[in-house]
């Protein structure tokens, strides 16, 4: 038995909260519905029994449909690694991290400067991804600049599968790159329908808020259910400019529009393994900028993973956001507070690891202190553990007043269990620090970056199938 921490504060809301929201939410996809411009789909979600116009290319949602699609989700999705020992079990219990994607800059591990991301920076942080134990999955977290911008998706993906033997998440940018990696999926898993049971990658989509799927996203939505890729659909509704302003007008939006988007997978594939992503951006209305690690940002995930929990929806929300542009107490503040929302309230997959400065730059020292944060998030999740044995009283009572516990068999037995133990946040004591050089966390990541890349290596795949990858990336 444990005492959970897992969505254990007062600001859990009471069943009859969620279940107005949800009703809400679904009063807008029944009245409002969603801009669906496809014939394909609109053809397809006419024959599944949907309100459908044509002329408005509009799509409304009975709630009895919504809730029976919703019903056929999968609860159990298995990622696939390079083989079945990497393979990870995403579920409503599991609490994995990955890499923020999409970032165009990085911060040079010799000069801190930033500057535009090359492949070569994608495949140093594809080897630092696949050392850290607390980062759980790969991510495109960098797009190069040196290759053409039509390739750098796919060029990103030929290089992950070649360097980390995780599953990868990636945003392909539109259908012939969706196409390119559904046949890159083929080749390194031994061809078509090879990868139905253990995908090695997921697709991430987003609708256009407030209340579109763009034709890009139907495309490539239809591809990962032609291909049977999972798939993350994440609502970003920015508060302010594409949502409500208020936060409960912001947590409706994007729950009608997530929900319509798993609706439409399981329309277009029925059974289709997706995710239900949170994304609650909000924009200063001084400067227009969108703001991912404030903490409203957090506020909001809290909801959202209550409510989608309360469907039995898989979960990926933004772990460790931030919008500070330096590896400083900003960042560590911003990624800290929203890591506790979303491991306390039940996130599935929690994102971000890697990345500062508003999802524009990637840092290999980042990542690094990521993996501290994300072995901080996984302890928490794991809440507090009781049995008779851990409570102790026994024993309590036998080392009695004034005595210690350091050579009890008790203490021996969970001294490596029962606390996370961090690999760069430092725990010595200031002279102990002071001899070591007195270095701050991020000068002791960025030497553990260095070492990590410098050292390890995945056995890449063999030479005629990473040939055929790149032939594939670059459309030759």
Request: contains cysteine; proline residues 6%; charged residues 20%.
């Amino acid at each position: 038995m444990a005492f959970s921490a897992q969505c254990g504060s007062a600001a859990c809301l009471p069943d009859d909260t969620l279940a107005r929201y949800h009703r809400l939410a679904l009063q807008v996809l029944e009245t409002t519905g969603i801009r669906v411009p496809c014939s394909e789909v609109l053809s397809a979600m006419a024959e599944a029994g949907f309100k459908v116009s044509a002329e408005e290319q509009q799509v409304r949602f009975p709630p009895d449909l919504v809730e029976a699609a919703l019903a056929r989700i999968p609860r159990s999705i298995t990622l696939g690694g390079r083989a079945p020992a990497d393979d990870l079990e995403l579920n409503l219990d599991s609490l994995w991290v990955r890499p923020q994607s999409g970032c165009v800059n990085v911060l040079d591990l010799d000069t801190g400067a930033c500057r535009p991301a090359t492949m070569a920076d994608v495949e140093a942080m594809a080897r630092l991804t696949d050392v850290l134990p607390a980062v759980h999955l790969a991510a495109s977290l960098i797009y190069p600049n040196d290759v053409p911008e039509t390739a750098r998706d796919t060029a990103t993906l030929a290089v992950l599968l070649n360097t980390t033997r995780k599953h990868i998440c990636t945003q392909p940018y539109d259908l012939g790159s969706a196409t390119r990696m559904a046949e890159m999926i083929e080749v390194v898993r031994g061809g078509a329908g090879a990868a139905v049971d253990r995908p090695p990658v997921t697709f991430i989509l987003a609708p256009t808020s407030p209340l579109v799927i763009a034709p890009n996203e139907l495309a490539i939505m239809r591809c990962a259910a032609a291909h049977r890729i999972p798939s993350f659909f994440g609502a970003t509704p920015m508060c302010g400019a594409t949502g409500p302003m208020t936060l409960a007008g912001q947590v409706v939006l994007m729950h009608a529009e997530n929900l319509a988007g798993l609706v439409v997978m399981q329309v277009l594939q029925p059974g289709a393994p997706v995710i239900y992503g949170i994304r609650p951006a909000l924009m200063d209305m001084r400067t227009t900028a969108p703001l991912w690690g404030g903490v409203e940002f957090g506020l909001v995930s809290a909801v959202a993973l209550q409510l989608a929990r309360r469907k039995g929806l898989i979960t990926d929300t933004e772990g460790t956001p931030t919008d500070s542009k330096a590896l400083d107490e900003q960042t560590g503040l911003e990624k800290g507070f929203n890591a506790a929302f979303a491991a306390l309230y039940g996130a599935n997959i929690a994102t971000g690891a890697g990345y500062i400065d508003m999802i524009m730059t990637a840092s290999f020292e980042q990542l690094v202190i990521d993996n501290d944060i994300s072995g901080m998030m996984v302890r928490a999740r794991r809440g507090v553990e009781i049995d008779d044995d851990r409570l102790a009283v026994d024993l309590i009572e036998k080392v009695g007043s004034g005595g210690n516990y350091l050579t009890e068999p008790h203490t021996l037995r969970y001294l490596r269990t029962e606390t996370f133990r961090p690999a760069v946040l430092d725990r010595q004591n200031r002279a102990n620090w002071e001899r070591a050089g007195a270095r701050d966390v991020a000068a002791v990541a960025r030497e553990r970056a260095r070492e990590a890349i410098r050292s390890h290596s995945t056995r890449p795949l063999p030479d005629h199938l990473m040939r055929e990858l790149r032939r594939i990336a670059f459309g030759r």
